[in-house]
């Protein structure tokens, strides 16, 4: 086929080319703007016009060359109008500035736009030539003589006509070759080339063929070896290929066309260096951020035993119920009944501490995640609108905001509260109440002892009627129940107040113990809001992902390019 080689570089390049323009596409990159461009040139079908008298066989040629009997040919006067075939998926016809233009499902016509014409000496001449300026911007103009008369005035006239510029794009065919001998023709294009001279002052290319033949041979192969050879169609395809596909106007629509490719292809690397620069920045950025939130974590690290401190009025109201609570239990009453079923206090005192300070904690602990979660949402609302003003992206609300705050808050006192164990270990209420206790009891349960022995002593007596040890007894017994109640009051007010003073000491240890659990109370309340840029993050991890293709496609097309350019270098 004409210009196979020329076609074959020419696809290659402009499938390299599109492909450049789907990734500029994906990787955001503005296109230029290509009316005029070399590759919008070279992308175009090639255009040639036949010219000629009547019956010179020009639509004959057009046939023969794409090898179909594509435009209407016969002995009368057929073309009667100009008419551009072009390509088509399917048959169609429209109209243009006096043109028919058909379209045709033909393979040939993809590679060029062919233009036939009525014969300049027929009814239809003045049309013909007030065409010429349309027919001189084709890429080739054909002008076809009949072998039988090459001096027609009327188609010298049309060459006469034809500027200096389109002149170069000239060639003249001496169709029905078949008709003549070698030796006649020889002497027609030396006759024409003098005619040529003095019309134009120029000699044009003279190509002769038989394209009745030729066609016969595209359309019938059993005749094709005989009549291919007779019509020289070879040797006009040839001079086709030479002349339109691999002219030097034609290198130079490639050659433009692979420098623009390399042009896209570069603004194309700077923006993906850009977006990958970016994008790093945006890391960074984000890492800026992430660094932000720890160190307002820090800050609040560091000001924990401040904020325990705050906690230290908890711990001593606290103190005062439990020391209410103990002077109740140490109470006459409840002791006396404790000398005989038996005394557990300490234990009980413990467990009530156990609630009052846990709860103490918890209280604590949901007033402070108040406030810590009210700082991260101050400094999410600092974060946020610069994270979308630097990234274009919205990180949304903070995690540890809405539905997950309560969440958060619950999750913030759960971790403070494991304290109250440690607090407690520490404190040891228990074992410090349990021997001043049983030493009171000890010597209570010896007074109460006392009393009851004395009391039955002066009951036996009296029953006697030994008034005289009776009445002694009875004032001892009540000496002795006085002195217990006395030491049952002193001892209370000893025991309750060396706790309640142990208790007030121990603020110390209650804040130490209490500082491991809310560090990490506060961490983990840390890592939750730091979660928010987490999200971030794996949408900046997600555009780096999508630049890998994109690079690596770059790299494909690059290498294609380099490929391309090696193979057309001359
Ligand atoms: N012997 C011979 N006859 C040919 C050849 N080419 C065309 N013819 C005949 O010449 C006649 C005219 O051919 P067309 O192709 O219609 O010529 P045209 O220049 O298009 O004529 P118009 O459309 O009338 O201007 C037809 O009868 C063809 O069969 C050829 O190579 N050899
Ligand atoms: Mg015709």
């Known amino acids: 086929m004409v210009g196979e080689r020329h076609f074959a570089a020419r696809d290659r390049l402009l499938g390299c080319f599109s492909r450049i323009r789907d990734l500029a596409a994906s990787s955001g990159v503005e296109w230029p703007d290509e009316s005029g461009s070399a590759r919008e040139k070279l992308a175009r079908p090639i255009r040639l016009v036949v010219l000629g008298e009547i019956n010179a066989g020009k639509s004959t040629l057009l046939n023969a060359l794409v090898g179909a009997e594509l435009c209407p040919a016969g002995p009368l006067p057929t073309t009667q109008r100009t008419t551009l075939y072009r390509h088509a998926s399917s048959e169609r016809a429209t109209e243009r500035n006096g043109w028919q233009i058909l379209g045709r499902p033909l393979d040939l016509l993809r590679r060029f736009e062919l233009i036939d014409t009525p014969g300049t000496n027929s009814g239809w001449r003045d049309g013909v030539f007030a065409d010429i300026p349309r027919f001189e911007k084709a890429d080739l103009l054909l002008v076809v003589f009949p072998s039988g ?18 002149l170069e794009r000239t060639a003249l065919v001496v169709q029905q070759s078949d008709q003549k001998s070698p030796e006649d023709l020889r002497v027609i294009e030396g006759h024409m080339r003098d005619l040529c001279l003095k019309k134009v002052g120029r000699e044009l290319p003279i190509v002769a063929v038989a394209a009745g033949l030729a066609l016969e041979a595209k359309l019938d192969p059993r005749e094709a070896r005989k009549s291919w050879s007779a019509s020289r169609f070879g040797a006009f395809e040839e001079f086709l290929t030479a002349t339109v596909c691999e002219s030097p106007s034609r290198r130079y629509l490639i050659d433009r066309t692979m420098q623009e490719a390399g042009d896209r292809l570069r603004d194309i690397e700077s923006a993906l260096d850009r977006q990958r620069r970016s994008m790093d920045d945006d890391g960074w950025f984000l890492a800026g951020l992430e660094r932000e939130a720890r160190q307002l974590r820090d800050l609040v690290l560091e000001n924990s035993p401040k904020t325990l401190a705050g906690a230290r009025g908890r711990y001593e109201n606290e103190v005062a119920r439990l020391s209410r609570a103990l002077g109740r239990m140490l109470g006459v009453g409840p002791t006396l009944w404790r000398l005989f079923v038996g005394d557990a206090s300490p234990a009980r005192i413990e467990a009530r501490l156990a609630d009052g300070l846990g709860e103490a904690i ?13 700082e991260c949402e101050g400094h999410w609302n600092d974060v946020r609108p610069r994270v979308i003003e630097r990234m274009g992206l919205d990180p949304g609300t903070a995690a540890i905001h809405g539905d997950g ?8 006192v759960a971790n403070v509260a494991r304290a109250v164990p440690g607090v ?25 002892a006392m009393v009851l022995l004395l009391t039955t002593a002066a009951g036996a007596c009296g029953a006697l009627g030994i008034d005289r040890w009776a009445w002694p007894l009875a004032f001892a017994a009540a000496g002795m129940g006085g002195v217990l109640l006395l030491s049952a009051w002193v001892s209370r007010i000893r025991i309750v107040g060396q706790t309640r003073e142990r208790l007030r000491d121990s603020v110390g240890r209650f804040e130490t113990a209490m500082r491991e659990d809310y560090g990490e109370a506060v961490r983990a309340l840390f890592d939750e809001y730091a979660n928010g840029l987490i999200g971030v993050r794996r949408q900046l991890a997600d555009r780096q992902e999508t630049l890998k293709p994109r690079q690596d496609q770059w ?16």
Do not use: K, M, Y
Not at 405 to 412: C, D, I, L, V
């Open 149 to 166: 008369n090459t001096w027609t005035a009327a188609t010298w006239d049309l060459v006469s006509a034809l500027g200096d510029e389109a």
């Open 555 to 570: 790299d494909r097309l690059h290498l294609e390019l380099r490929s391309i350019e090696q193979d057309h270098q001359p």
């Open 424 to 448: 407690l270990g520490q404190l040891r209420v228990r074992a410090c109440l349990d021997s001043p206790l049983r030493a009171r009891n000890r010597r209570l349960r010896f007074l109460l």
């Open 405 to 412: 705050r309560e969440a958060s808050t619950g999750r913030f």
């Open 362 to 374: 918890r209280d604590f602990a949901a007033v402070d995640a108040e406030r810590l979660l009210e």
